[in-house]
């Protein structure tokens, strides 16, 4: 199985359970296909760079998920005939440290009590005249 990034805009002008309808659906066939949803993100309502389909706003939702391959071909023919789905971009994801780096951190734990460490010994300070006086030679 490989890792996969989607992000699509949807329709500005429906509501959030229709957002997540949309979302929903997509997440379906992930999950039919075999696949495993690793994180969504909703960005929001955001200004698109430039008009498409006579909108300039879209919901923008990112997808992050692992699944066969055989699988983007589905995603992409459901997103092309979804109507709500305004515009829509798979990416396959090939190292593993960009992938770690964007799933969310599991919850810590909490801290176990640490034994307190011990306080450096402080030597006591020399006397001057016993370090700098050269050793006494004996005649």
């Keep these: 199985m490989n890792y996969y ?28 296909e075999g696949g495993e949803i690793l994180k969504t993100d909703n960005w929001g309502r955001r200004k698109l760079a430039y008009e498409l389909n006579k909108r300039k706003q879209g919901n923008y939702v990112l997808i992050l998920f692992k699944s066969p391959p055989t699988t983007i071909g589905k995603l992409e023919k459901h997103c092309k005939l979804f109507e709500t789905i ?41 006397k001057a005249a016993e370090e700098t006086a050269p050793p006494a030679e004996d005649k």
């Design 5 to 32: 990034e989607k992000v699509m805009i949807v329709d500005p002008n429906l509501d959030d359970s229709a957002v997540d309808e949309a979302v929903g659906k997509v997440k379906d066939i992930i999950l039919k």
């Design 86 to 126: 305004i515009k829509f971009m798979i990416v396959k994801l090939v190292k593993p440290k960009h992938i770690e780096a964007a799933l969310p951190k599991p919850a810590a734990a909490p801290a176990k009590a640490e034994a307190p460490k011990e306080a450096p010994v402080k030597k006591e300070p020399a």
